[in-house]
């Protein structure tokens, strides 16, 4: 038979993981919703490796490049470039 506390326990339990749940969904729409994003988070929007999207780069995707040599990416101008070779 389970007692009061386990219950509470229990339900405490699945509350904190209901909202963790949230937070992880909430994080995720808003790294979705950035455009301008590092190498890592581009390639996973792409749902490929870092290595295939550098070889993106290779075939004349676009990439931004800063002074300070960080390498950001568009991920508006990756799909229109992708979109250039749809058939």
Same mark, same amino acid.
């Given at each position: 038979m389970i007692t009061f506390e386990e219950s509470l326990k229990q339900m405490q339990l699945d509350n904190f993981?209901?909202? +963790?749940?949230m937070f992880e969904q909430a994080l995720?729409?808003? +790294?979705?919703s950035q455009d301008i994003v590092k190498q890592k988070y581009a390639a996973a929007a792409f749902d490929v490796s870092v290595n295939s999207l550098k070889s993106w780069v290779k075939q004349g995707c676009p990439e931004?490049?800063?002074?300070?040599?960080m390498v950001l990416y568009s991920k508006k101008a990756i799909r229109e470039w992708l979109l250039q070779y749809q058939k």
């Open positions: 993981n209901g909202a +963790v749940s995720q729409t808003v +790294v979705d931004i490049r800063l002074e300070s040599g």
